[in-house]
C-alpha cells in the first residue's frame, strides 16, 4: 500500500496509471494468495505478473513512489516492443480508490471517465466491519449520459464475480458434521482468490479480494463512464444492511486522449491496511 505504481504514456503530465502496487497486482490486503488470470498472475513466493496491454506512440514512463518512512526494495523487469500501433489503439489506465468505513449504502469504483473508451475490470479489497452476508450489492454502470437508470444494472456482489449463492460450499467434517465455507477460487476471467478470516486478535474482521476481467465482453462507452456498487449485505429475516465497509478497488479501463483528472490518492493513514 506504501509503494504507489504510476505510469505516463507519452508526453501526458498527469498519470494514467495511479496505484498501490499491491491492489494493482490484486494483492491489497498485503498477503500472498495465487492468483491465475489471464491479465495478472501472482505466483509463489511474491512475483508479481501483469499481461494488460499497453499501447503507446512516443515514450512511456514508469515510476515507483516509497510514501512510507522505511526503506524499500525493488526489482522489476518490463518488456516491450517497437513496432506500429494502430490508429484506433486506446491507452490503458488504472484508478485506485478507496472508503473505510464506506458512508452511504454504494461505493464507487469509478466516475468521472470521460472520452471514448472500454472499461476492462477490477479488483475489489473487501473487509467486512460486521456479522453476516455482505455480498447482495448491485453492480451498475452509467454509460453516455445515464442519470438516475443505469444502462446495466448487476443482481448481486457474487454474480457480477461469477459466483453464486454467497462463493458457498458445503462439506462435512471428519465427524459427519456439515458445515458451510467460501470457497476461493481463480478463473481466467474472475475469481475470489482471497478469503482471509479474522485472526480473532488483532485483525478481527474477515477480508475478501475479488476481481473481474471484461477481456472477452468489454464494456464500451463513447462519452462517459461511472460505476458504482451497493455495500449491502442480508439478514436472515429478510432484511437489506448497509454494511459499512472498508472497500478499495482497482479499475482498469482503456481510452482514447486525454482523461480526466484521476481525485487524490488518500494519504499515508488512508492506505494503511488495518
Known sequence: RFSILRVYWDDEKEPSVECPVGDFFGMGWGE????????????????????????????????????????????????????????????????????????????????NIK???????VYLAWGVHNNGWWGEGEIKFYIDGDKEFPTICGTGTE??????YDFDTKSKNEAGVEKVD????????SGLHQVIPGDGHYKVMQ???LYRWHIMDPI????????????????????????????????????????????????????EIY
Open 115 to 121: 472520452g471514448k473508451g472500454q472499461y476492462a475490470g
Open 182 to 189: 467460501y470457497t476461493k477460487f481463480c478463473t481466467p476471467y
Open 220 to 271: 464500451r462507452f463513447d462519452k462517459d463512464l461511472k460505476i458504482t456498487i451497493q455495500d449491502l449485505g442480508w439478514r436472515s429475516e429478510g432484511r437489506y444492511l448497509a454494511q459499512k465497509s472498508d472497500i478499495s478497488s482497482v479499475c482498469y479501463w482503456y481510452q482514447s486522449e486525454p482523461h480526466a483528472k484521476f481525485p487524490l490518492l488518500p494519504d499515508k493513514d488512508g492506505l
Open 32 to 111: 500472498y494468495s495465487p492468483l491465475s488470470s489471464l491479465a495478472i498472475c501472482v505466483n509463489p513466493g511474491s512475483a508479481f505478473n501483469c499481461y494488460w496491454a499497453m499501447p503507446f506512440r512516443k515514450k512511456c514512463r514508469i515510476t515507483m513512489e516509497n510514501v512510507n518512512v522505511e526503506e524499500m526494495r525493488l526489482y522489476y523487469q518490463v518488456d516491450y516492443t517497437l513496432t506500429e500501433v494502430p490508429d484506433n489503439a486506446a491507452y490503458f489506465h488504472a484508478q485506485f480508490r478507496r472508503s473505510n468505513p464506506n458512508s452511504t449504502s454504494c461505493y464507487t469504483i469509478a466516475d
Open 159 to 164: 454474480d457480477y464475480f461469477c459466483g453464486s
Open 207 to 209: 477480508r475478501f479480494g
